[in-house]
C-alpha cells in the first residue's frame, strides 16, 4: 500500500469518527437547547395561570391548539410534584388534514406527536388541582432535524473538498519522492552518469536527495577501485601462472618420477589449470560489465546450439547422457564470442549437475532457449544461484560459471532465470 493511501486512508477515517461523534454531540447539544426553550414557554404559561388564578379566584378556561394543550384534574393536596416531562398528545386533524390523510382510516381523527409538559398544581376557590400544560414538540425536532441535515451536508462538503485537495496537494508534495526513486531503478553502478540534484523547496526531500547523491557515489568509486584491483590482479596473475606452467613442463622433461611425485605433479597442474580458469573467468567478467566486447553480429542462435552440441558429444557419451533437443530458427544480435561462452556454460554446467544415465533437454524457439537437466539433487536456492563464488559442494567449477551467463544476458537485453520442473533444474533465457 502507498504512503498516499495509507495516510488518505487513515486521515478519511480520523475524520469520519471525529465528525460522528461531534455530530452526536451537536445533535444533543442543540436537542437540549431547543428542549431548554420550550420549557421556558411551559413556564410562562404556567406563570400565566397562576396570575390568573390569583387575580380572579377561579381556574382560566381550558382550551386545546394545535401545538398546546392545557388541562386542570382536582388532586388531593400536596400530592403533586412540579416537573418536567417528555410526553405525547393527540392532535386533531384540521379540513385540511384530514383531506391529506383519508386513505388512513385509522388516522382520521388525528395522529399523535411527541410533545413537552410541565406538571404542576395549583389552589383556586380552596380546591386543589393538577395542572398538565402540554407544547407539541413536532416543530422543535423538524428544526432540529433540519440544523442538522444542513450541518451534515457542509460536513459531507467539507470532507470531499479536503480528499480532494488533499490528494492534489500531496501527489504535488510527494513527487520529488517519486522523482528520486525513479533515478534510483535507473541507476546503474558501472554506468558514468550520475544521479541529479532535484531541485525541490522541501528540506526532507533535500537531505534525503543530498544522501541518495552522495551514497550513490561512494558507491561507483567502491566499485571503481574494485573493478581496478580486479583487472590488476588478474592481470598480474597471468606472468606467475604461466612461469609456473612452463617450470612444471620443464621439470617432466628432465627427469622420471615415481607414482608419487608424478601424482603430485598431476594435483599441480590440475591447481594451475582451475587458478587460470579462475583468472580469465575474472577478467571475462570486467570486460563484460565494462562493455569492453563489441563485436556484435547478427546470429543465428540455431546453428549455434548444433555446433555446440557437436562440441559436446563426446562428453555426453561419456556420461551416458540422453540428449533430446528441439530448435527452431533464431536470429540474436549479439556477439558470438561471448554467446558461445553463455551456451558452453550453460550446457556444461547441465553436464557436470547431472546424474550418470540422465537427460539434458534443449528447446529453442522465438521467446526463449531453455536447457534443462535431470537431477537427484533438491531445488537451487534461488537467492544464491547466480551470486558469484556460490556452487555446490564437490563441484570442480569456479563459482562464476552462472554470473557470467547472467552478465552476458544483461549485456545483451535478456533475461536468465532459473527453474526446477519436476526433477528438472531448468535455465531459461528469454529474449523478450
Request: charged fraction near 25%; glycine fraction near 4%.
Amino acid at each position: 500500500m502507498k504512503l498516499l493511501t495509507k495516510y488518505n486512508r487513515v486521515n478519511l477515517i480520523t475524520i469520519i469518527i471525529v465528525m460522528l461523534i461531534t455530530g452526536i454531540i451537536y445533535y444533543q447539544a442543540i436537542s437540549y437547547i431547543l428542549t431548554g426553550q420550550n420549557d421556558k414557554d411551559l413556564v410562562v404559561e404556567e406563570q400565566e395561570i397562576f396570575d390568573y388564578v390569583k387575580l380572579n379566584h377561579h381556574l382560566p378556561q381550558t382550551f386545546e391548539s394545535n401545538d398546546q394543550q392545557i388541562s386542570f384534574t382536582p388532586a388531593s393536596p400536596g400530592s403533586v410534584k412540579r416537573e418536567f416531562i417528555n410526553t405525547i398528545y393527540f392532535k386533531k386533524w384540521g379540513q385540511d388534514d384530514k383531506y391529506k390523510f383519508k386513505k388512513h382510516k385509522h388516522r382520521l381523527e388525528g395522529e399523535y406527536e411527541s410533545a413537552r409538559g410541565l406538571i404542576s398544581s395549583v389552589t383556586a376557590g380552596n380546591k386543589y388541582y393538577k395542572i398538565l400544560i402540554i407544547e407539541s414538540k413536532v416543530e422543535t425536532e423538524d428544526l432540529i432535524r433540519i440544523i442538522f441535515a444542513i450541518t451534515i451536508g457542509v460536513i459531507l462538503l467539507l470532507l470531499l473538498i479536503l480528499v480532494v485537495i488533499n490528494r492534489l496537494i500531496l501527489n504535488r508534495l510527494w513527487q520529488p519522492f517519486y522523482n528520486i526513486m525513479s533515478e534510483l531503478r535507473l541507476f546503474n553502478i558501472a554506468d558514468s552518469k550520475q544521479i541529479p540534484k532535484l531541485g525541490n523547496n522541501i528540506d526532507e526531500f533535500k537531505e534525503l536527495n543530498n544522501v541518495v547523491i552522495d551514497m550513490a557515489a561512494r558507491a561507483k568509486n567502491d566499485y571503481q577501485d574494485l573493478k581496478v584491483f580486479t583487472e590488476n590482479a588478474s592481470h598480474e596473475l597471468l606472468t606467475p601462472i604461466a612461469v609456473i606452467n612452463s617450470k612444471l613442463d620443464t621439470l617432466i622433461q628432465t627427469e622420471n618420477f615415481s607414482d608419487r611425485q608424478s601424482k603430485l605433479l598431476n594435483d599441480l597442474y590440475s591447481a594451475v589449470s582451475r587458478l587460470n580458469r579462475l583468472n580469465q573467468s575474472l577478467l571475462l567478467l570486467v570486460k563484460i560489465e565494462n562493455k569492453l566486447l563489441h563485436d556484435k553480429q547478427q546470429i543465428n542462435l540455431r546453428e549455434l546450439v548444433d555446433e555446440m552440441i557437436i562440441q559436446f558429444e563426446e562428453i555426453f557419451n561419456d556420461k551416458d547422457l540422453k540428449l533430446t533437443y528441439e530448435l527452431d530458427d533464431k536470429e540474436i544480435y549479439a556477439s558470438r564470442y561471448l554467446v558461445e561462452i553463455l551456451l558452453s556454460n550453460l550446457i556444461s554446467n547441465a553436464i557436470r549437475h547431472n546424474k550418470h544415465g540422465g537427460e539434458v533437454i534443449i528447446n529453442l524457439n522465438a521467446e526463449s532457449l531453455t536447457i534443462q537437466n535431470t537431477s537427484d539433487n533438491e531445488p537451487l536456492p534461488d537467492e544464491k544461484i547466480f551470486t558469484r563464488f556460490h556452487k555446490s559442494s564437490g563441484s570442480e567449477g569456479s563459482g562464476l560459471g552462472l554470473t557470467i551467463s547472467r552478465q552476458i544476458c544483461e549485456n545483451f537485453g535478456f533475461t536468465l532465470d532459473y527453474e526446477f520442473r519436476d526433477r528438472y533444474h531448468a535455465f531459461i533465457v528469454h529474449f523478450v
